[in-house]
Nanobody, 112 residues
């Protein structure tokens, strides 16, 4: 399975973006998938994760603003990002955590 993230871009503070992570094969058997991000000069950090059963977890800094979801029928995972802030600026990566597979990142830039 290969993963491809998309949907990033430049947005003003307070705006929204929806990231997509399309898989080349079925994701229904992947127990845990996640979104990570890496800001310039910082380490990669976990943003949100989702199990095959739909249980989700979000890092405190994005709770109430970001929502992770997955559509196994479409082999796609999403990250809905609302109320974006400049500190959210980073390259966002999707991962099939359970299988150690990473997709190429998509740049998100939030201007103040």
């Amino acid at each position: 399975v290969q993963l491809q993230a998309s949907g990033g871009g430049l947005v003003q503070a307070g705006g929204s973006l929806r990231l997509s992570c399309a898989a080349s094969g079925s994701i229904s058997r992947i127990p845990v998938m996640a979104w990570y991000r890496q800001a310039p000069g910082k380490e990669r950090e976990l943003v949100a994760s989702i199990t095959d059963g739909g249980s989700t977890s979000h890092v405190d800094s994005v709770k109430g603003r970001f929502t992770i979801s997955r559509d196994n029928a479409k082999n796609t995972m999403y990250l809905q990002m609302n109320s974006l802030e400049p500190v959210d600026t980073a390259v966002y990566y999707c991962s099939a955590v359970s299988w150690g597979i990473w997709g190429r990142g998509t740049q998100v830039t939030v201007s103040s």
